[in-house]
């Protein structure tokens, strides 16, 4: 199967076979513009049951409009884990955590989360050309 852009584990039937009967916690991390937002679609595309969870939904209206507050970023981040918990909570079969993830202090309550629960947990970070390319990542 031909999936550019795409993580190889999305390509195999067999591990999206896997994928589809047991739980999933996908946590993505890279900054801020490296692809993974892109990255969380392409899951849904793949695996329609799964659902996602963003600090970044905190911030947006439910007209899609975007309006980052930086003084809201903690309870943005609470929101994300409580929306995590009610899709662990109800047995989601992949949850998907869309933030950026970079230190471990911010991947740790995920992964507490995924244990408690007994989900196994994926951590996936994009393989986009300027994934690491601050300038570009900038603009």
């Known amino acids: 199967m031909e999936c550019p852009e795409t993580p190889s584990f999305l390509c195999d039937p067999a591990s999206v076979a896997r994928l589809e009967t047991s739980l999933t916690m996908v946590i993505l991390r890279g900054l801020p513009g490296s692809g993974k937002s892109t ?31 930086k003084s809201q970023l903690s309870t943005a981040h609470s929101s994300c884990l409580e929306t995590a918990e009610l899709l662990c909570s109800s047995f989601t079969p992949v949850v998907v955590v869309d933030n950026t993830n ?30 690491r390319n601050v300038e570009e990542l900038a603009r």
């Open 102 to 131: 970079v230190r471990k202090f911010e991947i740790y309550p995920y992964i507490t989360l995924a244990a408690k629960y007994r989900y196994n947990v994926v951590l996936l970070e994009p393989r986009t050309p300027w994934a």
């Open 39 to 69: 990255l969380a679609r392409r899951i849904k595309e793949v695996l329609p049951q799964a659902e996602s969870c963003s600090a970044d939904n905190y911030f947006t209206d439910a007209e899609g409009e975007y309006s980052f507050d």
